[in-house]
Each structure stands twice: as structure tokens, then as C-alpha cells.
């Protein structure tokens, strides 16, 4: 049956045969199409292999059939940015943060996104609410988080205040 198949490939995926995952994955979906949690699933086989195009496109085959799953939501937007599609991958991650706003782990995603996007004040605001959402429970994270606001903060100070723009004469 289709579960017993989709179990399969969860199992294989966690073991990195991504390939015989894969494979799973569309035995399930041939007996049971467009199952959100498998194409959910195969969208994640497909970006752990960096195949990023196929993981977009069955990860937003999956939001056609569960739209408020922020897990897809995340999977998308992490596809997205391996893709370095840095502004479909924010719309995303603030997606999956407003069906589930305890979603840390986009909540720290979104934060590098927009950093990376110079979106230096957001990117503070993201990443003081990931800490206060995580505190010290994900100790890696938090230090790097962290680390961030700090250079984040320090390049806020050091910058020069933008002049007012001059007329021409």
C-alpha cells in the first residue's frame, strides 16, 4: 500500500539513499497521486540530492493539495535558497512562520536570508525573536544567532549616516 511505501522511503531518506528513496516515493504516488505527504517527502529526497528544480516544483505540487502545511511552506523556501532564490525563499519562510509561528528553524533561516539580503534591521528583529523562541534550547543555533546579532549591531554603528540626498543644480 501507498503508507508502507511512503514509510519505506522516509526510512531510506534518513539513511541518505536518496535514490531508492526517490523510488519509494513514486511507487506511493503511483497508487495514490498527488498524497501531500508523499510529494512532501519526495520534494525533500529531491533537495537533500540538490536537485532543486524538481524539489520546487513537487514541493508546490504538494501546497496545491495542503496550502497550510508550514512544513511545505519551510521544505519550499529551504529548496528555494538552495537555488539562491533569496526573495521566493523569504516569501516562503514567512509563510510557513505565519501558519506556525513557533517554526524556529525558519524563523533562524529567515533571519540569514535577510541578512544576506541587507535586510540588516528585520534580519535583527528575526534573529532576537528566534532566541527568545529557543532560548538555549538549541545551543549551536543560539551561538551562531547570536554571533550574527553582533555583527549585525556592530555594522549598524559603524555605518556612516546616509546624507540627505542633494538637488541637482
Given amino acids: 500500500?501507498?503508507?508502507?511505501?511512503?514509510?519505506?522511503g522516509v526510512v531510506l531518506?534518513?539513511?541518505r539513499r536518496y535514490d531508492e528513496a526517490v523510488q519509494a516515493y513514486r511507487q506511493a504516488l503511483a497508487i495514490r497521486p498527488n498524497e501531500p505527504e508523499v510529494l512532501g517527502n519526495l520534494g525533500v529526497a529531491y533537495r537533500n540530492m540538490r536537485r532543486y528544480p524538481e524539489a520546487v516544483s513537487t514541493l508546490q505540487q504538494a501546497l496545491l493539495a495542503s496550502p497550510n502545511d508550514a512544513n511545505l511552506h519551510f521544505n519550499l523556501a529551504v529548496a528555494y535558497r538552495g537555488q539562491q532564490q533569496r526573495e521566493p525563499a523569504i516569501r516562503e519562510y514567512?509563510?510557513?512562520l505565519?501558519?506556525?509561528?513557533r517554526l524556529t528553524a525558519a524563523l533562524f533561516d529567515l533571519g540569514l536570508m535577510l541578512q544576506q539580503s541587507g535586510q540588516d534591521a528585520e534580519a535583527i528583529a528575526t534573529f532576537e525573536q528566534y532566541l527568545s523562541a529557543t532560548g538555549d534550547a538549541d545551543a549551536e543555533g543560539a551561538a551562531e544567532a547570536r554571533?550574527?546579532?553582533q555583527a549585525?549591531?556592530?555594522?549598524?554603528?559603524r555605518a556612516p549616516a546616509k546624507a540627505p540626498p542633494v538637488a541637482p543644480p
Fill in 98 to 101: 505565519r501558519i506556525n509561528p
Fill in 13 to 15: 531518506r534518513d539513511l
Fill in 152 to 157: 549585525l549591531r556592530e555594522a549598524a554603528t
Fill in 147 to 149: 554571533a550574527r546579532l
Fill in 1 to 8: 500500500d501507498w503508507q508502507s511505501l511512503s514509510s519505506l
Fill in 94 to 96: 514567512r509563510e510557513a
